[in-house]
């Protein structure tokens, strides 16, 4: 069967818009959305703007600073400052990645804990870690999150993660500990033959490398559930001449689709899921700021707002 998360995060958005009507309702308060770019990248221009879309649709606001890929990490830096003491923003979020001259670790170190709606400050990471509350990164909350809407038990399971980036493979593998799952993670210097046995015992798939069809849909274990957070463009042998080519998986979807029990389909799959959960996560940074009990998982309930006056953290 297809985990549809493009279904799952439609009705998930749908929530959040009748939430933030009751929200802004009750508060005066209209939730809002900071973005920041830096620099030309196609892709990531394209992430952005689907998600000021979504927020849109759902009754956010959002502020978008579109910088010159020449900006300098002071200019970012102040940006971050401005943004974190401005009442009127309860997310930010800082596109990645940044260009090479920028050192993307500080940036993110400066944003405020109550406004990383991405989850990826080094103490957000850390409370995850610790099972305190906090953001969790999108993609993994997402991944969770259509794992438990679909009724799929992870307890006592099998899951091998392959990759271990900080936005996805370590997230997730901590994500899918706390779920009392047994998690091996696999990456770029485990063997070809430890990643096939460790693929043909997983009762749990989660593929986040980046390469195209790396898993072959023959290692998949009968019944196993397979989440691929892979998006490659890749040429479409169907149609050679069209540049924009076609999307593929990390995962090898037609062979191991006749295995799996479930598996999430590229497009229509994780992406959509990550909008659906940095949305939930803007509501719940909006409704902390205005002083109202978070609501939601404990997974994505953020710590105490800083104290400190001028909200860096
Ligand atoms: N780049 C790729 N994925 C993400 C994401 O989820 N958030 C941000 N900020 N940048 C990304």
């Known amino acids: 069967m297809i985990l549809d998360g493009k279904a799952l995060s439609d009705r998930i958005k749908a929530e959040l818009t009748a939430q933030t009507t009751a929200f802004t309702a009750q508060t005066g308060v209209t939730p809002c959305l900071a973005t920041i770019l830096v620099g030309e990248d196609p892709a990531s221009a394209v992430y952005v703007r689907s998600k000021r879309r979504s927020c849109a649709k759902i009754g956010y606001e959002s502020r978008h600073h579109h910088l010159p890929a020449d900006t ?43 406004k990383d709606v991405d989850g990826f400050h080094p103490r957000s990471v850390g409370h995850l870690a610790l099972k305190k509350p906090g953001f969790a990164p999108c993609t993994p909350a997402g991944i969770m999150r259509l794992l438990q809407e679909s009724g799929i038990e992870l307890s006592g399971k099998r899951a091998v993660v392959i990759g271990r980036s900080a936005i996805v493979g370590l997230p997730a593998v901590l994500m899918l500990t706390h779920a009392d799952a047994t998690v091996t993670v696999a990456h770029s210097r485990t ?25 072959p849909g023959a290692w998949i274990k009968p019944g196993a559930v397979v989440i691929d957070v892979g998006i490659n463009r890749v040429p479409n042998p169907a149609d050679p001449d069209n540049p924009r080519g076609m999307l593929v998986g990390d995962v090898e979807f037609a062979a191991a689709a006749e295995r799996a029990s479930w598996i999430t ?10 909008i659906a959960m940095l949305m939930t996560n803007t509501l719940v940074a909006a409704r902390r700021a205005a002083g109202l009990v978070a609501f ?4 994505n309930q953020p710590p105490e707002p800083d104290r400190r006056s001028d909200g860096r953290s």
């Open 296 to 299: 939601g998982r404990s997974g």
């Open 265 to 274: 389909p590229v497009p229509g799959g994780v992406g959509p899921m990550t």
């Open 72 to 114: 300098t990490q002071a200019d970012l830096l102040q940006l971050v400052h401005d943004l974190n003491a401005d009442d009127a923003v309860h997310g930010i979020l800082v596109q990645l990645p940044l260009p090479k001259s920028i050192d993307a670790d500080a940036i993110i170190d400066a944003i405020a804990l109550h």
């Open 191 to 215: 063997t070809r033959a430890d990643l096939e046995d460790l693929v043909r015992k997983a009762d749990v798939v989660v593929a986040a490398v980046g390469r195209p069809e790396f898993v």
